[in-house]
């Protein structure tokens, strides 16, 4: 991996989890209202797997998806003052934590219902294909959404119709509070690609530069095959499915022992290791990170609520 992309990662991962971390402080001061739901620990999919997307390529979230957003090149001020409830925020304080989305820089949205990412990527995708783009649309899911019809119907969709689509699944191994081993037989996700054809990867999702890889190849398969592909990254979230979870169905040592492989850490030491980087280049990344999410919440804070007279506008049907 050479130097830029991969100080690039760290940079994408630091900003996520700091991002993540002040957003979890102040939703517990009250300054954020709605609930949020963080994925810290899983920062290396998001890297990954949004570093490894062109430009003109779409990318449809979950409600677990500050770090994707922040990762496809959302403004972190803008997503700030969003969750925040104020005017300035990148869908004007109307949409809040779980739907955050700038057409722009190709982040199509995400929403609080479970697994239609995957079919909205395969329109997204149609139009790819239809305008004869050399582009692809990519939705991010959990293991969770594995077991909706919503999945299996666009899975097949896809596959007939040969849509452009990576169905990329963030396995963090919890639907909510049910391990994955008490929701399928087989738990071998990448499985589920078989009876559609479809080619189908497995990748150590916090290792940052293995997604980013797996991604890219998958990408150019994709798009010279005009074929999807299901990518499923194997994680962990170390915070809890929302803030009012008491993590009462997993031990402490189950998140003791993913923490020692924080995707964050690991990628540090790697490029320590390799002497890709040096301590004061990544002392630096990790400043400018800092400094970044503090304007981002000053920024947030000092913005305008947005008006109650406004409330009709952006509505497209009453």
């Not at 149609?126 to 582009?135: I, L, M, P, Q, T």
Request: proline content about 3%; glycine content about 8%; some cysteine.
């Amino acid at each position: 991996m050479d130097k830029q992309t991969a100080l690039l990662l760290l940079e994408k991962m630091m900003l996520s989890r700091k991002f993540e971390e002040s957003v979890q402080y102040y939703f517990s001061l009250g300054m954020i209202h709605g609930t949020t739901h963080l994925g810290i620990g899983e920062e290396a999919t998001a890297a990954g797997t949004c570093l490894a997307l062109h430009p003109g390529d779409d990318m449809f979230a979950t409600h677990r998806g500050h770090s994707a957003a922040i990762c496809k090149g959302v403004d972190v001020r803008r997503m700030m003052a969003e969750i925040f409830g104020r005017e300035t925020g990148v869908c004007r304080g109307r949409g809040g934590s779980m739907h955050i989305a700038d057409r722009d820089v190709g982040a199509l949205g995400s929403n609080g219902i479970v697994g239609p990412s995957v079919a909205l990527a395969c329109g997204a995708a149609f139009a790819h294909k239809y305008r004869g783009e050399e582009a692809v649309s990519a939705a991010f899911f959990g293991d969770g959404a594995t077991n909706e019809g919503i999945f299996h119907e666009s899975m097949n969709l896809a596959s007939v119709w040969g849509l452009p689509v990576l169905f990329v699944c963030t396995n963090n191994l919890y639907g909510m509070s049910t391990h994955i081993s008490r929701a399928m037989k087989n738990t071998e996700i990448a499985d589920r690609a078989k009876p559609y054809l479809m080619k189908s990867f497995t990748v150590d999702g916090n290792d940052a530069e293995a997604v980013f890889d797996t991604v890219t190849e998958a990408r150019d398969y994709a798009v010279s095959s005009c074929e999807p592909v299901l990518i499923v990254e194997n994680t962990y979230r170390i915070s809890g499915h929302s803030k009012s979870d008491g993590n009462q169905y997993r031990t402490k040592e189950e998140i003791q022992r993913w923490k020692q492989r924080d995707p964050v850490r690991l990628h540090r030491e790697k490029l320590l290791a390799r002497g890709i980087a040096t301590e004061e280049e990544i002392s630096l990344v990790d400043r400018q990170t800092t400094e970044e999410i503090e304007k981002a919440v000053r920024f947030a804070i000092e913005s305008p609520y947005p008006k109650v007279e406004d409330i009709y506008e952006d509505v497209y049907a009453e």
